[in-house]
């Protein structure tokens, strides 16, 4: 499972969910995983929405 397997330099080193246990905030956390594994900013928030309609 990706959230107890990877390390994450942006919160310490440490996997998704330690640093959870650890207090750490999840948005803090959700970047830090963005990051590790280069999710292009455009798609970093709004996952799962549909894309808006063009006029």
Not at 40 to 52: I, N, Q, T, W, Y
Request: hydrophobic share 45%; glycine share 10%; aromatic share 4%.
């Amino acid at each position: 499972m990706l959230v107890a397997d990877l390390a994450l330099p942006g919160v310490g080193h440490r996997t998704a969910a330690e640093a959870l246990a650890d207090g750490v905030e999840p948005r803090e956390i959700w970047f830090a995983l963005c990051d590790e594994t280069d999710v292009p900013a455009s798609r970093r928030h709004g996952v799962g929405l549909m894309e808006p309609r063009r006029r």
